[in-house]
């Protein structure tokens, strides 16, 4: 199982940006899917999740600010990020709880994106 991330870029503090986390993969399931963040010199930091119901959670960090989706027909979860500040500057990636089945072979996992890179200027 694949996951892609992308969406990430420059922008102003007080700007916007949709992160996308894609998987690939046949007769696929995606289960709770995350996003994290890794900011130079700090400790990786879970953002927000969703489970496969829609219900979400965030840290405190981007509550209010960031919202998490996913469109489940796709495989596909967002991350829209509003009213970003210099502090959201980071690599963020997506990982999420897969089931798959191929052919009547089941295989659970658990995998990572490769990360996209946001950066809010001040």
């Known amino acids: 199982v694949q996951l892609q991330a992308s969406g990430g870029g420059l922008v102003q503090a007080g700007g916007s940006l949709r992160l996308s986390c894609a998987a690939s993969g046949s007769g696929l399931r995606l289960n709770v899917i995350e996003w994290y963040r890794q900011a130079p010199g700090k400790q990786r930091e879970l953002v927000a999740s969703?489970?496969?119901?829609?219900?979400?959670s965030y840290s405190d960090s981007v509550k209010g600010r960031f919202t998490i989706s996913r469109d489940n027909a796709k495989n596909t979860a967002f991350l829209q990020m509003n009213s970003l500040e210099p502090e959201d500057t980071a690599v963020y990636l997506c990982s999420a709880d897969w089931y798959q089945d191929v052919a009547g072979t089941i295989s659970v996992g658990r995998d990572w994106g490769q990360g996209t890179q946001v950066t809010v200027s001040s």
């Open positions: 969703i489970t496969s119901g829609g219900s979400t």
